[in-house]
């Protein structure tokens, strides 16, 4: 249980502190650059799992669907909600994935839905709200949508191929689509040094990285008790921006990160220590087989 919120919390740790990453993209052709990010973090994931377990037919929607909603879909959705939404506004809506996830699960709990409501009212006290106009409220719900997605999807295809194998076969199905979509959209450029780190580091850490962590803690934690950890995200992106000096730390800020923090103790105080949910369940089929 201990190593499944460490993993988790790491995760989302990482992705959160990568939005100053993600910013020195802006510009580049978003789907094309996606496809060179998931293509170079599936060669990475193949290089430690060496062996890749072959998906049943099965297997083949869950993971188009994880691809489609939450990774490409989810990336394209969220540049397009915040030129009609505020990024507070966007992200205060993204805070209610937790509550979505809770209530979606298999195996609902009351403790995991009461810390992923005051995980959601913490992080919309973290992002300030905002305002939208136009579609921005829909694309902000699309966004949301295509986080719990990301996790949803993956439930049960990672019991049957593994932690490592979902997040590789991901990477490579998300670099082929990307590839042939951004031909005909966007198009291809040469990063210059600053597009090339930024993929890279969004390849190694948020994509290789971060996939795998992410997906083992929902595997040993559940869907719902694991979504409460999302909301440390926008905390991990809060203390990366103060470092960075873009962005002072505040009461209000403050309050925001406590609440969270007392929303994620809410679900998994009672698991700490205990079975997870993993050993409850069919063992995932190992990588290496």
């Known amino acids: 249980m201990r190593l499944g919120v460490a993993a988790g919390a790491t995760a989302a740790t990482i992705v959160g502190a990568s939005v100053p990453i993600t910013g020195m993209l802006e510009g580049y052709p978003v789907l094309t650059g996606q496809a060179m990010r998931y ?82 009212a913490g992080v919309v006290v973290l992002s300030g709200g905002g305002a939208w106009h136009g579609p921005g409220l829909l694309l902000a719900l699309l966004t949301m949508a295509g986080e719990v997605c990301f996790t949803l999807f993956a439930v049960g295809v990672v019991k049957r191929l593994g932690v490592l194998g979902v997040a590789t076969w991901t990477c490579i199905i998300a670099a082929v689509i990307g590839s042939v979509l951004g031909t005909f959209v966007g198009g291809w450029q040469v990063p210059n040094t600053t597009q090339t780190l ?8 948020v994509t290789a990285l971060a996939f795998g962590l992410w997906y083992f803690s929902v595997n040993r934690l559940g869907s719902d008790r694991a979504g ?52 409850e369940e069919p063992a995932p089929i190992a990588l290496a087989q």
């Open 198 to 205: 930024a993929l890279v580091s969004l390849a190694v850490l």
């Open 228 to 279: 409460v950890l999302i909301g440390l995200m926008p905390v991990a992106g809060l203390a990366a921006s103060v470092l960075l000096g873009v962005q002072d730390l505040t009461f209000v800020s403050v309050v925001g990160v406590v609440t969270v923090t007392l929303g994620c103790a809410i679900a998994l105080y009672r698991g700490v220590g205990g079975k997870s949910r993993a050993t």
């Open 39 to 120: 293509a170079l973090a599936a060669v990475i994931l193949l290089l430690v799992a060496r062996r890749l377990p072959r998906p049943a037919w099965r297997d083949v929607l869950p993971l188009l669907g994880v691809v489609l909603t939450g990774m490409l879909g989810f990336n394209a959705v969220l540049l397009a909600a915040q030129q009609y939404a505020e990024p507070g506004f966007v992200a205060a809506v993204m805070g209610a994935s937790p509550i979505a996830l809770a209530l979606l699960a298999r195996q609902r709990s009351l403790a995991a839905i009461v810390g992923a409501v005051v995980v959601a």
